[in-house]
């Protein structure tokens, strides 16, 4: 690894030399992170969400992990997922079905909670957060502490060059909710425009946030996001991702990292 460390306020570093590298470590992370919430409570609840995080996450599916992961135990969401049918290409459902869940690794069809891909974007949310609450209620999923709001065991996020989370967009209402914990949006600037995502307030009560980002184009917005800016530091979704009694893991290459400021890379 270049760097690993802790930022003052922005949680943990992890800086890979390469694509490959990231991926091994993520693999592993999540590997260990699966093991510890089995052991603790039974089960696993990880979000995913959609873009190059799934072909990141690909080396959970080989060796040793596809044999020593226990995925009967994990239960499946999506921090955000595009109102489509299933079967269209801009499905993050069909992205992680082909991605991962369909690779010969035994989870459980009935623990994948996905969109009713059948409704509108609107309903489609409130279906979503209707499913989520009833496996809070059994436990399936924990609920926080200090909100209403469910704790998932890891929330997976990729960032767009907007500094985007989820479908969590720079300036849009959506990051003003608070009393829902799956929200819409029909006009996403990234397409496709209907989308159903988490909210910050579901976003911020997780156990685990991590956040992946590759590549140079988006190294200015992993700056805006993580570096200390003062008080004209612009709102970015990203740097709204501040888990309240949870952790933050920024999973970078070295040219996504490569505008951090106080970085010290390892030579
Ligand atoms: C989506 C996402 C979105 C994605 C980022 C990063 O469904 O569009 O969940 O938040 O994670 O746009 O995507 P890339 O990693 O492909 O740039």
Request: glycine share 6%; net charge negative.
């Amino acid at each position: 690894m270049a760097f690993s460390g802790v930022h003052r306020d922005r949680g943990e570093l992890r800086i890979h030399e390469s694509v490959e590298e990231l991926s091994t470590n993520l693999a592993d992370y999540i590997a260990d992170l699966s093991e510890a919430s089995v052991k603790e409570r039974g089960v696993f609840a990880i979000a995913l969400s959609g873009g190059s995080l799934i072909g990141l996450m690909g080396k959970l599916c080989e060796a040793p992990y596809n044999k020593t992961v226990d995925w009967a135990k994990w239960y499946i969401f999506w921090a955000d997922e595009r109102v489509v049918a299933k079967n269209h290409s801009d499905s993050n459902y069909k992205l992680a079905k082909e991605g991962l869940l369909s690779k010969q690794v035994p989870i459980v069809p009935s623990h994948v909670h996905s969109i009713n891909d059948s409704l509108s974007a609107e309903e489609a949310a409130d279906e979503y957060e209707f499913d989520i609450r009833q496996l809070v209620k059994t436990r399936m999923v924990c609920v926080s502490d200090i909100s209403d709001c469910p704790k998932f065991d890891l929330i997976l996020l990729g960032m767009g060059s907007d500094g985007h989370v989820a479908s969590l967009f720079p300036n849009h209402s959506v990051l003003d909710v608070k009393n829902q914990w799956v929200s819409f949006i029909t006009d996403s600037p990234k397409p496709p425009p209907e989308r159903i995502t988490f909210t910050l307030p579901v976003i911020n009560s997780a156990s685990i946030v991590v956040v992946v980002v590759t590549g140079e184009s988006k190294a200015e917005a992993v700056h805006l996001a993580i570096d200390d800016l003062g008080p004209n530091c612009p709102s970015l979704p990203a740097r709204m991702a501040q888990p309240t009694n949870g952790k933050l893991v920024w999973f970078l290459d070295k040219p996504a990292a490569s505008k951090l400021q106080s970085v010290q890379f390892c030579e």
